[in-house]
């Protein structure tokens, strides 16, 4: 598996550029994956054409919620990838293409190994909802995470469901229930992430650093 991320609040290159916002390209079991899409096109468009990521190669694009700074670079996207089924948390008024979009409010399997968190809600803000994904591979589950507005301990106890979980990726926002960590092998906090020094300085075996252009293979 690798996972190479596009767009993030921080860059690991100079030539790549940095905005609030995340995405990931994702390349599993001979599937590839957009994973969200940013804020802005032109700055998604921009970092994966600097790293050699041509758009047309996502056979899945996967939206986690529905916030601009995860959606913004998607309409985008879809014009020049017209073949990738397009997975999304919330009823989509704008595609031209409602063939290859879906809704998938419960646990689903994408594939055999590809997972769908299904809708989870976030406490806090009523009517936020948000879809994380699962891979299943031979040491448990992979989760990648959007913003985890849900929190991180409710994506976790749906990730068991289908296996046990060593490896969390994504946007965590103000989780600080840090012992959750401690049976992962390997957490990458993004984008607004808020303790990322402290899940750095917990763990530090476990902790992978984000930003564009980090690739991460498992």
């Known amino acids: 598996m690798k996972i190479t991320i596009v767009y993030d609040n921080t860059t690991l290159d ?11 390209f994702i390349e599993f079991q001979d599937i590839n994956i957009l ?23 996502a ?17 985008d996207v879809l014009e020049k990838n017209k073949k990738a089924k397009i997975y999304l948390p919330f009823d989509d008024s704008k595609s031209n293409d409602k063939n290859r979009t879906y809704k998938l409010t419960k646990p689903t399997k994408i594939t055999e190994n590809i997972i769908s968190s299904g809708l989870l809600e976030c406490d806090e803000r009523k009517g936020l909802v948000e879809q994380s994904l699962f891979f299943k591979c031979e040491k448990g589950l992979i989760v990648i995470a959007g ?11 749906r990730s068991r469901i289908f296996g046990k979980p060593f490896a969390l990726i994504g946007g965590l926002h103000g989780f600080n229930e840090f012992e959750l960590l401690e049976d992962l092998e390997l ?32």
């Open 147 to 157: 913003c985890s507005h849900p929190g991180v301990r409710k994506i976790l106890e």
């Open 35 to 57: 994973f969200d899409t940013g804020a802005k096109s032109s700055i998604l468009l921009s970092n994966m054409e600097k790293l050699n990521i041509d758009p047309l190669n």
């Open 14 to 24: 100079e030539e790549l550029k940095a905005d609030w916002g995340f995405s990931c």
């Open 59 to 75: 056979e899945i694009i996967f939206i986690s919620h529905q916030h601009g700074d995860h959606l913004g670079g998607l309409y």
């Open 187 to 218: 957490v990458c906090p993004t984008h607004c992430t808020k303790h990322i020094n402290e899940i750095k300085h917990l763990f530090p075996t476990k902790h992978i650093k984000g930003g564009v252009g980090k690739i991460i293979h498992i």
